[in-house]
């Protein structure tokens, strides 16, 4: 007996992937803002940079960028990826250092990566399945693959 590869309702998916990038796309939206205009109380790109080093200009701009890529479906799995890397980037480098858990209480030096771990979570399946029916970049004449009607990977 033969598996089949798609899914029965693929409507339900696309409406799920939507909602990921969506909820995703609008927070990651949202951080980059504040790295890279100071908005919502954020600190500005100056200081990111001045924190961060050069590697602040490449997180501020691939989560405001990722993040408006993914709200419009726009070189999302590459925009997904890239928020994946700046998530395993930030538990790498400051968070892994002070566990799983978020400092709700207060108690805790520094903030634990379970954020990451499910921000990573969420954007794997747009990574995997693309952006599903609902993105701009379906829309825009980008190239296709030869012979087929779908577009590049890598431009999904």
Known sequence: ?????????RSAVDWALIVARAVVGVIFMAHGAQKLFGAFGGPGLSAIVQMMGPLGYLVT???FFGGLGLVFGFLSRFSAASIIVIMLGAIATVHGKFGFFMNW???QAGEGFEYHLLAIAALLPVVIAGPG?????RLLPLPKVAGQE???AVLE
Do not use: K
Request: no cysteine.
């Open 133 to 137: 029916r609902f993105a701009v970049g």
């Open 105 to 107: 209480a207060g108690n």
């Open 1 to 9: 007996m033969a598996s089949e590869a798609t899914p029965r309702d």
């Open 61 to 63: 701009v691939g989560e």
């Open 150 to 152: 779908e577009l590049a």
